[in-house]
């Protein structure tokens, strides 16, 4: 017998939990893409997506998901040839590179592993050797949903201003924006990307650019963009069809617009406080669990860990063992360790991450921390006692 039937819970980190104000508002017929309430929506959108980035630069947005905000936000300010420096700390610093490799952009990686956040003292020793200063963008990873390490953005600025580096600094928030704390202009970052299906609880396919002065002055001395990929027009459209390149994603937009609503009603500084209050809850458990077995945190610092995502090592065979116990026999969907092992290496199976994003509260994350208690009991895996009391004593605020 399974205990699955009834609603599902997918507590992977992206696509996230969809609340049903957007369901709602997405369940409705095309709309007229040339007049009407679409288009004032749309402007009205702005905005809000300034205030969740804590920004009053500009934003340009794309029918694409996060790898198309990566190709994008490079596209307008790097050329073929040009240099740029990557500090990866898991899957998705390293992903970044591949693009710009992609783009003929020539790649700098200093490699963290997946265990660690950027050392700020070995970034500020590239920036120092680069005299020339050839380097034209730090990109940088803010929440790598791979390992769930949270990088320092705001010390990386201060890294570049220390040292008198022109380079852009660019953050990747794709798993961050609107969990983890991110202040854009207060951090002093130029362009930063961001997908819908995370934080903004949409269903993937919008990316989001945002850029200061300071990156579109770097655009105007490009000598060719791709009209596609241009954030000119985008972020300061004449016409209605210039925000998107051509038709707009007309039921993301009405979802997006639903999602925002939320945001608002809830306010950024709170939404950040109810990602650090469920995170703890869920570090607690795992603490518990892992006092006399094999689970642990994949970073050991929490002050470095994200409030959006947390990444455990369990030992193989036990991570996938666990999350098909749990899916199949309770209905949550866990995410898989990502980028911790290749598929093929039987070590791939001893990992699992917990999406905690968006539209989550107290009892979706008791529930899911419950199903993986039972998980661990019902498959003889050693554990300490315990777990689900410790987050709920973060919950109650004890």
Known sequence: MSLASGRPYLAIPG??????????????????????????????????????????????????????????????????????????????????????????????????????????????????????????????????????????????????????????????????????????????????????????????????????????????????????????????????????????PTHHLFGLRAALDLIRAEGIETIWARHETLARAIWAACDRWGETGPLELNIADENLRSRAVTALRIGAPHGSALRQWVQDNAGVTLGIGLGMAEPGDPAWHGFFRIGHMGHVNAHMILGALGAIESGLIALDIPHGPGGQQAAAQVIAGR
């Not at 590239?126 to 803010?142: C, F, G, Q, Y």
């Not at 320092?152 to 983890?180: E, F, T, W």
């Not at 970052?189 to 945002?210: E, H, N, T």
Request: aromatic fraction near 8%; include cysteine; proline fraction near 5%.
């Open 15 to 248: 696509p996230s939990v969809m609340p049903e104000v957007v369901l709602r508002a997405m369940h409705r017929a095309a709309p007229n893409i040339y007049e009407g309430d679409l288009i004032e929506m749309t402007a009205d959108l702005v905005p809000d997506l300034r205030y969740v980035a804590r920004s009053e630069g500009h934003v340009a947005i794309y029918i694409a998901n996060g790898h198309g905000a990566w190709e994008a936000a490079l596209a307008n300010v790097i050329t073929p040839g040009a240099r740029v420096l990557i500090p990866a700390t898991g899957r998705f610093g390293h992903g970044w590179a591949e693009v710009a490799e992609g783009q003929g952009i020539a790649v700098d990686i200093l490699d963290f592993g997946k265990r660690a956040p950027v050392d700020l003292n070995r970034l500020e020793d590239a920036l120092r050797s680069d005299k020339a200063h050839e380097i034209k963008a730090v990109l940088a990873t803010h929440v790598d949903t791979s390992t769930s390490v949270r990088n320092d953005i705001a010390g990386m600025r201060a890294v570049l201003d220390a040292v008198g580096h022109p380079a852009l600094l660019m953050a990747d928030c794709i798993a961050s924006l609107a969990c983890d704390r991110f202040e854009m202009d207060a951090w002093g970052v130029d362009v930063m990307v961001a997908g819908s299906q995370k934080g903004l609880m949409v269903p993937p396919g919008l990316s989001f650019v945002f850029f200061s002065d300071k990156a579109a002055d770097a655009r105007r001395r490009m000598e060719r963009v791709s009209r596609y990929w241009d954030w000119t027009n985008r972020a300061d459209p004449q016409m209605f069809y210039q925000y998107f390149g051509g038709t707009a």
